[in-house]
């Protein structure tokens, strides 16, 4: 499993990351089944998020409920959460930070977040109250780092005009077929392209610029929820055929090639799963560090519909 580090953060952080947004109706033992394939596999990193679950904390309070970290355990883990999304309305005040902060730390059964995101862009969001909300919650040893999800570039750039933590993560949708943070630079200045319309205001380059790992959420989609493209072979059959003819050679599985296509990236990206089933987690692991070539690498992202002019 390849790693990396983080400023502030003691333990390893795996390029793999298990998400954890749909463990809501599993039970405790079927909870510590699929962690434990997590870190079997080599998995040091657990996502949340404040609002899953339906209502708010409720998969943070399953996963607390569930799993018992002893200290050591706990010194070997990261456990990220996220903020901001509330019932109709987005909220990036200072007391809804800090509160809901509060929140996902007694519904985990952690005394510290070691890394918060703020979830998706507020509109209304004041760099200010931001920063004094990751400030208390720093000085309070709460959150040991921060970052954003699915914000762009001069988004981060006007957090940063008060926040003075660093921003280490953004969190956002990246597939071989939802690839447009990727795509849209291979065609630049391309005129009546679709594909070379910038439409994250290349939040790629800006992140590799400024040390920001980006995080990639359904690693499997077609589009935006548009179910999976592994197996699809009505929309997706060139695709699947190279990623079988791939999964072969390595002998792995689909999902590792899928993986091992954003992991192969010298971004240094991650890769967040959301599946809840054991098996899967470990072939999805068995990507982490899986070394495709560039010319592998591209015969996936031209089969997958995106061009090279």
Known sequence: MKTTTFPDLTAPASNIILGLMRITEMSDDDIRALVGAARDSGITFFDHADVYGGAPHVCEQRFGDAITLSPSERESVIIQSKVGIRDGFWDFSREHIVESAEQSLTALGIETLDILLLHRPDALVEPDEVAAAFDELKAAGKVSAFGVSNHTPMQVELLKKSV?????????????????????????????????????????????????????????????FDGVF?????????????????????SVAPEAIAVAWITRHPANMQVVLGTTNPRRVRDSAAGSDLPLTRQEWYRLFTAAGHLLP
């Open 164 to 224: 003075t933590q660093p921003l280490l993560v953004n969190q956002v949708q990246l597939s071989i077929t939802h690839a447009n943070l990727i795509a849209a630079g291979v065609s630049a200045n391309m005129n009546g392209l679709d594909q070379s319309i910038d439409r994250d205001n290349g939040i790629l380059d800006y992140s590799r610029v400024n040390d920001i790992t980006l995080q990639a959420w359904s690693p499997f989609q077609k589009g935006f």
């Open 230 to 250: 592994l197996g699809d072979r009505e929309h997706y059959a060139e695709l699947n055929d190279v990623i079988d003819e791939l999964a072969a050679a390595y």
